[in-house]
């Protein structure tokens, strides 16, 4: 097994509610992040999913350094990151570099895609002297697929998919071990998508590189990951190989996930269990007591709202490849479908 290049431990995010003009009091908290553990290894690429407002970017901005962890770790190669500042954080972090969402808004406009992509340079000098910049732009955007003579342009003079490039060359540009990719193609067409998924993969085997790749998207999640975290209300409550995951998911947020997933195949549609869930994701500003999805779950019970399941391998699973850990008290592999009521008024 490859050694873990980075570790996060009980990582917390709370972002605090006020109240007043004068005299501001503290009422309360967001819980964006709320105890979330997982490592990422040397050479493999861990997805994030999870619906919207789940938490997953926030989790990408501290591993970055963009915020800073109300509570947890981070480690890099053994070094905490949230106890660096000044010099050794600055040291640290180009080996740490992210890709954003969208490729409108993460690139200046008054800059020149070879000021955007050599940008690192003029902050890590030590990577490039200045007399090889022109040269290494060039050559990053070749490793992209991108025309070295373009250096000269500007991002609105590229479409979406060529702006994903130069963001992703501006990521490449101090030599990183860890890219941070945040929904990196949930902006793009579907055709655009693929030649993306298909660049990371390839810089990946060509850079010796560890993703943390953020999605929503199951669907290319399974593609491009090596293991996969489910994220529900600012927690993982599931982990595990892809395959794991997708053939054998244990935890009941997973399996509706996945139970959504569209299938091309109208047969196999045809007799494919479909889990509604009932309700909405709960406010993060006021989670549930006990699990956080308890509340739309068809196995909720009086314990669940009195015990935080730990994220364990389940007892019914110790071995085999439903053995992986899953934050539920009651985890099954069998999918266990809700009795959904008819539409239209009852009574």
């Not at 005299?23 to 979330?36: L, S, Y």
Request: hydrophobic fraction near 40%.
């Amino acid at each position: 097994m490859a050694e873990s290049l980075l570790e996060v431990k009980d990582l917390v995010k709370h972002y605090p509610l006020t109240q007043g003009i004068v005299f501001r009091r503290q009422v309360g908290a967001v819980k964006a992040v709320d105890g979330v553990s997982f490592d990422l290894r040397a050479g493999e690429t861990l997805g994030i999913v999870g619906e919207s407002g789940c938490g997953k970017s926030t989790v990408a901005k501290m591993l970055v350094n963009l915020e800073r962890p109300t509570a947890g770790s981070i480690l890099y190669k053994g070094e905490d990151l949230t106890k660096l500042s000044g010099r050794a954080l600055k040291a640290v972090r180009r080996n740490i570099q992210m890709v954003f969402q969208d490729p409108y808004t993460s690139l200046n406009p008054r800059m020149t895609v070879g000021d955007i992509i050599g940008e690192p340079y003029e902050i890590h000098p030590e990577v490039a002297p200045k007399g090889s910049r022109r040269q290494k732009v060039q050559d990053l955007l070749d490793v992209v697929g991108l025309n070295p003579e373009y250096i000269n342009r500007y991002p609105h003079q590229f479409s979406g998919g060529q702006r994903q490039r130069i963001g992703i060359a501006r990521g490449l540009a101090l030599q990183p071990e860890i890219i941070v990719a945040d929904e990196p193609v949930s902006a793009l067409d579907v055709s655009v998508q693929a030649q993306v998924i298909n660049l990371l993969d390839r810089l990946q085997k060509d850079f010796s590189l560890s993703y943390v790749f953020i999605a929503h998207d199951l669907s290319i999640v399974r593609h491009i990951s090596d293991r996969v975290g489910v994220m529900y209300l600012g927690r993982i409550v599931e982990i595990g190989t892809d395959s794991q995951i997708y053939n054998h998911p244990t935890h009941p947020y997973t399996q509706a996930l996945l139970s959504a997933v569209p299938v091309p195949d109208p047969e196999a549609r045809a007799h494919r269990e479909r889990i509604i869930l009932s309700g909405d994701v709960p406010s993060p500003a006021n989670p549930p007591s006990g699990c956080p999805f308890r509340t739309r779950c068809w196995k909720a019970e009086p314990r669940c709202a009195a015990e935080v399941p730990l994220l364990a391998v389940p007892e019914a699973f110790p071995s085999g490849p439903a053995a992986h850990p899953s934050a539920c008290h009651f985890a099954a592999e069998k999918q266990v479908v809700p009795q959904v009521p008819p539409e239209g008024p009852q009574g």
